[in-house]
T-cell receptor, first 110, second 115 residues
Framework: SQQGEEDPQALSIQEGENATMNCSYK?????LQWYRQNSGRGLVHLIL?????REKHSGRLRVTLDTSKKSSSLLITASRAADTASYFC??????????FGAGTTVTVRA | SQTIHQWPATLVQPVGSPLSLECTVE??????LYWYRQAAGRGLQLLFY??????ISSEVPQNLSASRPQDRQFILSSKKLLLSDSGFYLC??????????????FGPGTRLTVL
């Protein structure tokens, strides 16, 4: 199964700024999901976008999907200190599994 | 509502000792269950997944094994730990409601250090 690759590996922003991270993959997908992991904790599901969707919103999160470029982006608007975490994209194919990338570590400075 | 439990939260074990990590899910039936390992600062490596009692699929050859003795119980084991088994172990479940999307819900994890 394929993995998503996130970019950048790390991101440092000021509180109130927007944070954007990207995920690229190589073959066809059923869906693409984004998860957040606070240090030393389990992952929390943030948002899912299906292969036939182009954009989804959830609160301050906006996810786009471009299947022609095999890429997705996650935008966090008006960042807060509590958004400091690692963010992972996960590729959902036509089986029971998700394939996770290595993640983007986001630090929001007060 | 559904809840997933993992224990212990942290574990320090000597090389060559056995291992048993347990994961249980509440509030759902027939979940798919998953064990992942996460090395420091890295992504998640899928180790095992299970779609039913006694049904275990292994993703990578390794020193570990998994069992599912009950519908909502998933156990990760080793007979003899290696230094390379150190890491953060995460259990997750996905349910029939997410069958088409495979959204996964994670436990709090177990930090294993092998010395």
């Amino acid at each position: 199964s394929q993995q998503g690759e996130e970019d950048p590996q790390a991101l440092s922003i000021q509180e109130g700024e927007n944070a954007t991270m990207n995920c690229s993959y190589k073959t066809s997908i059923n869906n693409l999901q984004w998860y957040r992991q606070n240090s030393g904790r389990g992952l929390v599901h943030l948002i899912l976008i299906r292969s036939n969707e182009r954009e989804k919103h959830s609160g301050r999160l906006r996810v786009t999907l471009d299947t022609s470029k095999k890429s997705s982006s996650l935008l966090i608007t008006a960042s807060r200190a509590a958004d400091t975490a690692s963010y992972f994209c996960a590729i959902g194919s036509n089986d029971y599994k998700l394939s996770f990338g290595a993640g983007t570590t986001v630090t929001v400075r007060a | 509502s559904q809840t997933i439990h993992q224990w212990p939260a942290t574990l320090v074990q000597p090389v060559g000792s056995p291992l048993s990590l347990e994961c249980t899910v509440e509030g759902t039936s027939n979940p798919n269950l998953y064990w992942y390992r996460q090395a420091a600062g890295r992504g998640l490596q899928l180790l095992f997944y299970s779609v039913g009692i006694g049904q275990i699929s292994s993703e990578v050859p390794q020193n570990l094994s998994a069992s599912r003795p009950q519908d909502r119980q998933f156990i990760l084991s080793s007979k003899k730990l290696l230094l390379s088994d150190s890491g953060f172990y995460l259990c997750a479940w996905s349910g029939l409601a997410g069958a088409q999307t495979r959204t996964q819900y994670f436990g709090p994890g177990t930090r294993l250090t092998v010395l």
